[in-house]
């Protein structure tokens, strides 16, 4: 079974500054994928990133990062220069077979950002 | 909108009622997935589609949620008598083949 960690309820950050948010996870398989949705109070998911298992270097999209430690079982979100709308609830999520499966979520991290 | 498309966005029923809420994916993929989520939890795995087949069910879904894709695109789920523990976010997902999952709006399920 696979399970994901966040033990971060909230984070607050002042804008432009950054932010890490973490994420532990535990599993047995060899190939996985690891995500970070962001959740606005409507509600919807919102894709940030994905890290597969075998691969060797971070993943950057904009100023979203993920800082992956296969050995710690870690994959942190680094969020660069936040900004007033980086307010949100933030999900850490896994599958098997690197993505192509149903997602495991951790409970999440609220983040709000202040002037 | 190309995106997920949920319907309705909020509904309020009385505990007792049926309720059935629909999904329209993003059009070319092939895989459709419900999720559930309550307050102050991450989203749970409900059910999974691959064209019109339901391949997987979670424990979660007990006998008064039925969930269907009858043709491949759109989705229904229902949910018989419902209860109070029922109220939660309902999220649809639909993904292509090889890349990652994309979410709809959510329908916010309250049961009085």
């Known amino acids: 079974a696979q399970k994901i960690t966040q033990t971060q309820p909230g984070m607050f950050v002042q804008e432009k500054e950054a932010v890490t948010l973490d994420c532990t996870y535990d599993?047995?398989?060899?190939?996985?994928?690891l995500f970070w949705y962001k959740q606005p109070s409507s509600g919807e998911m919102i894709f940030l990133i994905y890290?597969?298992?075998?691969?060797?270097q971070n993943a950057t999209e904009g100023r979203y990062s993920l800082n992956f430690q296969k050995a710690r079982k870690s994959a942190n979100l680094v969020i660069s220069a936040s900004q007033l709308g980086d307010s949100a609830m933030y999900v850490c999520?896994?599958?098997?077979?690197?993505?192509?499966?149903?997602?495991?979520f951790g409970k999440g991290t609220m983040l709000l950002v202040s002037p | 909108d190309t995106g997920v498309s949920q319907d309705p966005r909020h509904k309020i029923t009385k505990r007792g009622q049926n309720v059935t809420f629909r999904c329209d994916p993003i059009?070319?993929?092939?895989?459709l997935y419900w999720y559930r989520q309550t307050l102050g939890q991450g989203p749970e795995f409900l059910t999974y589609f691959q064209n019109e087949a339901q391949l997987e069910k979670s424990r979660l879904l007990s006998d008064r949620f039925s969930a269907e894709r009858p043709k491949g695109s759109f989705s229904t789920l229902e949910i018989q008598r419902t209860e109070q523990g029922d109220s939660a976010m309902y999220l649809c997902?639909?993904?292509?083949?090889?890349?990652?999952?994309?979410f709809g709006q959510g329908t916010r399920l309250t049961v009085v």
């Open positions: 599993t047995s398989d060899q190939s996985y994928g």
């Open positions: 890290q597969g298992s075998y691969d060797e």
């Open positions: 999520a896994m599958t098997q077979n690197s993505g192509y499966s149903t997602l495991t």
């Open positions: 997902a639909s993904s292509p083949r090889l890349q990652g999952t994309f």
């Open positions: 059009s070319e993929h092939n895989r």
